[in-house]
């Protein structure tokens, strides 16, 4: 087996029910399967969304709020809640986790990227799995619309981190099953592809639409993302979360969603 180092990123739509509820089942599917990859003898580092909306839902609010500060203060609560959640259930498949809060001046600056990487690579020698977000609490860089800067989503963060870590493969779960040459919403007959040699113009036109109510991601964060990890050599993955049992076939490099080849593994 080709045991490798895997950046997921899993999106706040996995994460959250429909009304806004933490979708415990999924959250302990994810545990379960990235556990069991590790045992397999892969290092796993976890970039998760879902700190605004988790701590939305912890606080009853009915939708994520539209003032900076109150994003900022729901994501304090949200990280303190998912963290204890990530623990949880982690700890029953035998794992420890570590939080990793990110800026754009830790990724930015090279001296704070340099002991940032030297971080990671601690924490996957002492087995643990990082779980990696922006720090939305000080950072309004995602979250403050018209202020983006590095970061500014998390599928970019992940390629990011997929980076610094040197993986050799970065998967995006997200609530489709990969890139289609039309919009299947609009199409039924759009068609899976299932793998890019080239992020070429015809498939950066592919790219476009928002994420869902509780998330900021849409298909052309996935594509800039993909140039982030292409450039690095990595291979990037985009797939359905609602098979996260796929995960397994991902590793071994099989037709799952739509891979972005970095030409190292072709």
Request: proline content about 2%; some cysteine; hydrophobic content about 40%.
């Amino acid at each position: 087996m080709n045991k490798q180092r895997l950046v997921v990123k899993v999106g706040t739509s996995t994460l959250l029910r429909q009304g806004g509820g933490v979708n415990l089942r999924e959250m302990d599917a994810l545990a379960r399967v990235l556990s069991d990859l590790k045992n397999m003898g892969h290092q796993v580092i976890l970039v998760s969304s879902g700190a605004i909306g988790v701590g939305s839902g912890k606080l009853g609010m009915k939708s994520r709020p539209s003032d900076l500060r109150f994003k900022q203060a729901t994501a304090a609560v949200g990280q303190c809640e998912l963290m204890h959640l990530y623990d949880k259930f982690f700890g029953e498949y035998g794992q420890t986790v570590a939080q990793i809060l990110l800026t754009d001046e830790d990724v930015d600056h090279p001296v704070r990227a340099e002991h940032l990487s030297g971080t990671f690579e601690a924490l996957l020698e002492l087995g643990c799995i990082p779980v990696v977000n922006e720090n939305d609490s000080v950072s309004s860089s995602e979250i403050e619309t018209g202020q983006r800067k590095v970061l500014g989503d998390n599928d970019t963060l992940s390629a990011i981190v997929a980076g610094l870590c040197h993986a050799d493969l970065l998967v995006l779960l997200t609530d489709i099953d990969g890139l289609f040459d039309a919009d299947p919403r609009t199409h039924p007959d759009a068609r899976l592809i299932h793998r890019v040699d080239a992020i070429t113009p015809e498939i950066e036109a592919l790219g476009g639409g928002g994420g869902s109510q509780w998330g900021t991601g849409g298909m052309a964060t996935k594509l800039t993302a993909a140039k982030r990890a292409i450039a690095h050599g990595i291979d990037m993955v985009i797939a359905n979360s609602n098979n996260l049992d796929a995960l397994y076939d991902i590793t071994e490099g099989k037709d799952v969603g739509t891979r972005f080849l970095s030409g190292q593994q072709k």
